[in-house]
């Protein structure tokens, strides 16, 4: 089951496994750990949503969904996931670089003015590209991430962490993704190129 944040992250995980045993979960839910045996969660946004690729793989898909929903973990198998892949992608990407460029938390750059427009006009850029790929994220989205993100508090996402610990990020399949499909339909995407490189530029400095 692959539930790693990003845009055609299972199409890399069948290529090894098969359609059928390949699953796809978007995760809703953030943490961090307290301690080697703690994990604190930051939010829960639910639901979190699972889908199998064939239907061969509709039976462990049923028996995951209902081992999380019966421990109040909310998870639906929605009838097409990649609208909400992209939903996912499109919260990850206006933020998690900017985050990780600036060593900031997400409550740190949704309240300052300057990064709060920036993380607006990354969204309006990337809602473009999915609308050109025929994705449903609604009349609300815009709204909908501005909101769910300025809930986030003082999470440090992901990309932040891999930066500082010197690892290798999921920028490609963020912003990197959403520069892909807007070369794909002829749709300039100049902020998310920048953070994309940018976020490249600080992988190879701290290596």
């Known amino acids: 089951m692959c539930a790693q944040n990003g845009i055609d992250n299972e199409v890399i995980v069948a290529r090894e496994f098969g359609d059928d045993k390949t699953l796809r979960m978007v995760v809703?839910?953030?943490g961090s750990m307290s301690d080697a045996n703690t994990v604190h969660v930051s939010f829960f946004n639910p639901p979190n949503y699972i889908a199998c690729l064939s239907p061969n793989g509709r039976q462990i898909v049923d028996k995951i969904v209902a081992l999380l929903n019966s421990v109040d973990m909310d998870t639906e198998i929605p009838e097409d996931i990649q609208d909400y892949i992209w939903e996912k992608a499109i919260l990850n990407a206006a933020l998690s670089a900017v985050c990780a460029i600036s060593r900031k938390t997400m409550k740190d750059v949704m309240d300052f003015p300057f990064t709060l427009e920036l993380v607006e006009a990354i969204i309006d850029e990337s809602v473009r590209v999915a609308e050109m790929e025929?994705?449903?994220l609604g009349?609300?989205?815009?709204?909908?991430?501005?909101?769910?993100?300025?809930n986030a508090g003082h999470h440090r996402p992901s990309m932040l962490i891999d930066l500082e610990n010197g690892n290798r990020t999921e920028i490609d399949q963020l912003n990197g993704k959403i520069v892909e499909y807007?070369?794909?339909?002829c749709k300039p995407t100049p902020l998310n190129q920048c953070v994309t490189a940018?976020?490249?530029?600080?992988?190879y400095t701290v290596e």
Do not use: S, T
């Open 198 to 203: 940018l976020v490249h530029l600080l992988e």
């Open 182 to 185: 807007g070369r794909k339909h």
């Open 139 to 150: 009349r609300k989205f815009r709204r909908f991430c501005i909101r769910y993100l300025k």
């Open 28 to 30: 809703n839910y953030a």
């Open 134 to 136: 025929g994705i449903e």
